[in-house]
């Protein structure tokens, strides 16, 4: 579900996510509740039944993916960002 999720995101919640980031800079302790939604999802992935360093690249891997896209700095075609998401989801199986 987090692969699918992070694949999911729509150009408008990139930017959202994005201005999300910014108010962060400003307001440091709205910061709290974003690792802890983080921290929890990180939890339930690893509680998944993958063996956990692959549960982790797995979820590094989406959230450099999230990352890099909520930053303008993703340089994947969409060809190759569809076949990330197709590995990411074999890793699981």
């Given amino acids: ?15 959202l996510t994005s201005a999300l980031a910014q108010i962060i800079n400003t307001q ?7 690792k802890a939604g983080f921290e929890f999802a990180a939890v339930q992935i690893l509680n998944d039944g993958l063996p956990a360093p692959r549960a982790t690249a797995i979820r590094m891997a989406c959230d450099g993916l999230w990352f890099a896209e909520t930053t303008g700095m993703s340089d994947l075609t969409p060809q190759l960002r569809a ?4 590995e990411l989801i ?3 199986q």
């Fill in 1 to 15: 579900a987090y692969i699918r999720a992070t694949f999911a995101l729509a150009p408008e919640e990139a930017a």
């Fill in 28 to 34: 440091p302790e709205l910061l709290a509740d974003i």
């Fill in 83 to 86: 076949a990330l998401q197709e």
């Fill in 90 to 92: 074999s890793w699981t």
